[in-house]
Every structure is written in C-alpha cells, then in structure tokens.
C-alpha cells in the first residue's frame, strides 16, 4: 500500500497501533487515513470514534477488513466511517479512495495506514483456492501498474523477506513461551506482507495456522517448515524480476534493431 501510493505522489505515514495513530492525528492534519478494523491494541472502530470525540473536524477515515458482515458494516457506520473496503484491496481500489475522500485531493495528500494490515488478505473461502505454487505473479503486475519499477520491486521483495523472516522467528518464540496470542498476531502480520507481495503458500499457511491453539503436532511442524517456505516464495519472486527485467531488455534491443536498420 505505501510503495503504491507514493508511486503516484502521496507522502505515507505508518503508525504501529491503533493507539498511535490517533496520537498521530491529533497532532498532524492529515488528508486521509486508512486503518485496519481488526488490530492488535486498540481496533479501527474504537480508534475513529476516539478520534472523532477529541477533534472537532476528523479526518476523514477508511476501514480495513475482511469482515464482510451486516454486522461489522453497522459498526463501522455508527462510527462515521468516510467508507469500508473489504479484502482483497488492489492498489487502484486504494488509490480511488484517496480521489474520493482525501480532503485535499489536488495534493499530495498523507495517507496513514496501520502497520500490518492485510490489504489483500483473501477471505476463507479464497483461500481455499490458492494453489500450493509458492507465488501468484499478479500483485507484482499491479504493482507495476501503479508504477513501481523493477529496482522498487526488488527492494519490497528485499523488506519482505527480512519482516517475514522476523515474524517466523517471533511466533516461534511465543509458541515456546506459551504465548499463543502473540504467535497469532506475528502469524496475521505475516499473512498480510505474503498477499501483497503475492507469496501464495506463505499466505496459506500463515492463515491456516494463524488461529491454531498449536496442540496439534501437524501446526507446530508447519510452523517450522515456514522458513523453507519463505525461501522458496522469495528466490521464486527474485526469478519472475530477472525475467521481467531480461524480457524488457530483449524488447528494447529489438525496438533499437527496427529503429535503425543495418545498410543493405
């Protein structure tokens, strides 16, 4: 979300929780805030209405979730929510929000979205149809519609591999503490950077594994079959680069060869 956003001239903050974001716009104007209904500390609903009783002017708000019921949606209009986008989020979806409800849209407006989130976390029922290919080549082309390059790419790849690799370390951790609640939250967090980077086998895993009570051998093997995992998904995404990159290259040394044509 933030590398899409910038790409298109929007200055991005993050805040960790929800208790520091509405620290964050108390203290900044911001145009616009994405922030995610369910997360650790305090959630988005809870988070908007303290923020709409402390300020007289709120900023403006979208909600985050996978929850596509009646009943969150009720929540989030008792909220006075500018609006509420269910999971899976593309990049032009989030960009479209920013057009409609950032309050200075002529601008580079700044867009505070939770740390975390899982802007493209498929609901149960997709997952169910995530194949068991380590990576789905789509988020990276959405990407690069939105105007991310290959050297971006690389980079997000790079701070995927590093986040993951912390978040498998601190949900084992947890599970040997018996802290079940923390390994959870590493595990949704994991979740949420292996659907935008299109990591599929990651995100399946991290989902199935994500509200387990791990008394189950078969999850606690899984969890620590997550780091082969991760380097099969991040070598897979390494490759689809350098192809892309190849591909662009041989298509450039072709234009060059039609452009400027050997005498006869």
């Not at 500390?41 to 985050?64: M, R, T």
Request: glycine share 4%.
């Amino acid at each position: 979300a933030k590398l899409s956003l910038e790409s298109v001239g929007h200055s991005v903050e993050l805040a960790s929780d929800g208790e520091v974001a509405v620290q964050m716009m108390s203290e900044r104007d911001y145009d616009l805030v994405f922030m995610d209904m369910h997360m650790p500390g305090l959630n988005g609903i809870d988070a908007a209405k303290l923020h709409s009783f402390e300020v007289e002017d709120p900023i403006p708000i979208v909600i985050l979730t996978a929850d596509a019921t009646d009943m969150a949606r009720t929540e989030a209009q008792e909220a006075d929510i500018a609006a509420f986008l269910t999971k899976p989020i593309k990049p032009e979806e989030l960009r479209q929000n920013v057009l409609r409800y950032a309050r200075n849209v002529g601008g580079n407006g700044v867009v505070v979205p939770i740390k975390n989130t899982d802007l493209h976390g498929a609901s149960h029922t997709e997952a169910q149809r995530i194949e068991q290919n380590s990576i789905s080549t789509n988020e990276l082309v959405e990407l690069r519609r939105c105007g991310a390059s290959d050297m971006d790419l690389a980079e997000l790849v790079q701070i995927f591999e590093n986040d993951s690799y912390a978040c498998i370390e601190e949900a084992i951790e947890a599970i040997n503490n018996n802290q079940i609640s923390l390994a959870q939250e590493k595990l949704h967090a994991l979740k949420g950077g292996a659907a935008t980077i299109g990591a599929k086998r990651i995100w399946d895993n991290a989902d199935r594994l994500e509200f387990s009570s791990f008394e189950q051998s078969a999850d606690l093997e899984l969890l620590r079959q997550l780091p082969n995992l991760l380097e099969e998904a991040v070598a897979q995404l390494r490759a689809e680069l350098d192809l892309n990159a190849a591909t662009e290259q041989l298509v450039l040394n072709a234009n060059n060869l039609n452009s400027n044509p050997s005498p006869l």
